[in-house]
């Protein structure tokens, strides 16, 4: 298969560089606005070369598309590529509003193309583990969780926004917390198979005064740099998410933390470690979900404080066999896993079926998120989401080996 890879910012080389590895991957391109980073990206890796534009990729012979622009401009770029045939990988999130997630999932209905939402999350160590404890029954029946989505903006989001957005760079780093939802949502859905009722949500004011969350400077017109949720599940449930981009907290700590308390047992990753607890046990897992240091580093040219979250190997409880060979020693990201999203995409297209996270699974993902904006914007009114059910297309089998 031909990927394009649209973007090619901070975050793109990563995958750019794996789907050009996997095997049933022939020629990867690539496409920026600014065109010397799509240049340089192709040149530095041997990719099959850069297109004009992501007007030019739709024209062209590609099979499929990988969506690494900003956060806000992924949805209507993935409607309008499987409308024009092609397959989409979207980094997150899916969407900013109600519509856009309507109008993918409809996409995707009308055209059977596959359709992902990269979640690094649904493959973070805790969550692998958590998913095959729910199937093992550990949890008893799960009733409430935790995600927290920690990102101070001190700690390498500045130089993101400012590489990001150029000289207007603070009227989009002030994009509204409960509008990244994926991470903490993400994680806790990775092994709970539950969705949003209802939404509840407040915001804290920033009150830094550097004009980044200013109405008056904001391009979403947001001033939260804090925000915390209280979601009803459908099974008669809770979850408290939290998005925080304003904490006094170490960088080198987990940023994501999860809770998930079931009738018997619980399982939790703090900033510090992890263990699961019953009424009698407690297995202490901090070392489980240790990533190893990667067998192989490259430089990226960006801060060395986001380049901290970008490089990672393994942890044990990440269990590679599944992998094409070909991954092996090659750099992964975000708590290893970047070789599992990059490998599920092609498998699904490959197979002309859908990912893990599909479209469903992504809107469940971040439908709550989307709610709770409006939520905390009308002062914490307590408000219902809507639900697209189960993806009703056939999900690829990624649990063998790729060949
Ligand atoms: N853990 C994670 O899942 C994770 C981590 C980092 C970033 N991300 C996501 O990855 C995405 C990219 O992040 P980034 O830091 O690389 O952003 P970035 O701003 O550094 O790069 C985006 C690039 O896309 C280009 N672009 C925008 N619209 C385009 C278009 N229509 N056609 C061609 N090029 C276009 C821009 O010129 C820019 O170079 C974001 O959506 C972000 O949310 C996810």
């Known amino acids: 298969m031909k990927v394009g890879v649209v973007g090619c910012g901070q975050f793109a080389g990563s995958f750019a560089r794996l789907w050009n590895l996997h095997p049933e991957v022939d020629e990867v391109w690539v496409t920026d606005l600014i065109p010397e980073r799509a240049e340089e990206l192709a040149a530095k890796n041997g990719f099959a070369g850069t297109m004009a534009s992501y007007e030019a990729m739709l024209d062209s012979d590609l099979d499929a598309l990988a969506l690494m622009t900003q956060r806000w401009t992924h949805a209507p770029l993935a409607s309008q590529a499987l409308r024009a045939g092609k397959h989409v990988y979207s980094a997150v999130p899916m969407a900013t509003s109600i519509d856009e997630v309507t109008a993918i999932i409809d996409a995707v209905n009308d055209t059977g193309l596959t359709y992902m939402m990269g979640e690094t999350h649904y493959y973070y160590p805790v969550a692998m583990w958590a998913r095959q404890a729910q199937a093992e029954g550990k949890f008893g029946r799960l009733f409430y969780a935790e995600g927290d989505y920690i990102h101070d903006m001190d700690h390498g989001f500045y130089a993101a926004y400012q590489y990001s957005g150029g000289e207007r760079w603070k009227e989009t780093a002030s994009y509204p917390p409960m509008l990244y939802p994926t991470h903490a949502i993400g994680g806790v859905l990775a092994a709970w198979n539950t969705h949003a009722v209802s939404v509840s949500a407040l915001g804290s004011v920033d009150d830094r005064g550097d004009g980044v969350f200013d109405k008056e400077v904001s391009m979403f017109g947001n001033d939260f740099s804090n925000m915390t949720s209280l979601i009803e599940t459908s099974d008669n449930g809770m979850i408290r998410t939290n998005e925080f981009r304003r904490v006094g907290m170490a960088g080198q700590m987990n940023e994501s933390q999860f809770r998930w308390f079931g009738t018997e047992g619980v399982l939790e990753q703090s ?30 040219d960006i801060d060395p404080a986001l380049l901290e979250s970008f490089e990672s190997g393994n942890a044990p409880v990440q269990d590679r066999s599944r ?81």
């Open 271 to 300: 900033m510090l470690g992890s263990r699961y607890v019953t009424r009698t046990d407690t297995v202490e897992l901090t070392e489980d979900f240790r990533t190893k240091a990667p067998e192989v580093g490259e430089a990226l």
């Open 323 to 403: 992998l094409p060979k070909e991954y092996d020693g090659v750099r992964n990201g975000h708590l290893g896993s970047h070789h599992f999203l990059a490998d599920d995409f092609v498998r699904a297209v490959v197979a002309g079926k859908q990912p893990p996270v599909n479209a469903w699974k992504a809107a469940r993902i971040n439908l709550p998120g989307i709610v709770a904006w409006d939520s905390a914007r009308q002062g914490g009114e307590r408000l219902p989401v809507p639900d697209f059910g189960d993806c009703p297309l056939e999900i690829v089998d990624t649990s063998t080996p790729v060949r």
